[in-house]
Nanobody, 127 residues
Framework: QFQLVESGGGLVQPGGSLRLSCAAS????????VAWFRQAPGKEREGVSC????????NYANSVKGRFTISRDNANNAVYLQMNNLKPEDTAVYYC????????????????????WGQGTQVTVSS
């Protein structure tokens, strides 16, 4: 069965940190482009960060550059999103998604590219 499961969300104060995890079953994540997206209430889903297939390329939204870091753990078939210096505007449901892309350098932050999605994990940044 193909499944992506996010975890690690929660409530954190501004300036705090969280690490989100995306665990896969039925997929070998390193063989896919994997991305993190988020959706705040009343807003469209936006791309946050991604790995291309085999981690050749990474990409970050301008709003999170220097604060968020995407990483892989191939042994545990998981992808992580380390989020530091969190701001209230980072509040959203965070999703991981994946797609097989022939181009190993391709890592788009467009949601219509990705075929498989997790259920999401809530991140709330508030004092």
């Amino acid at each position: 069965q193909f499944q992506l499961v996010e975890s690690g969300g929660g409530l954190v104060q501004p300036g705090g940190s969280l690490r989100l995890s995306c665990a896969a079953s039925g997929f070998t994540l390193d063989n896919y482009a994997v991305a993190w997206f988020r959706q705040a209430p009343g807003k469209e889903r936006e791309g946050v960060s991604c790995f291309s297939r085999n981690s050749v390329t990474t990409n970050y939204a301008n709003s999170v550059k220097g604060r968020f870091t995407i990483s892989r753990d191939n042994a545990n078939n998981a992808v992580y999103l380390q989020m530091n210096n969190l701001k209230p505007e980072d509040t959203a449901v965070y999703y991981c998604a994946l797609r097989f892309l022939v181009d190993r350098t391709s890592c788009p932050l467009s949601e219509n590219v990705y075929a498989y999605w997790g259920q999401g994990t809530q991140v709330t940044v508030s004092s």
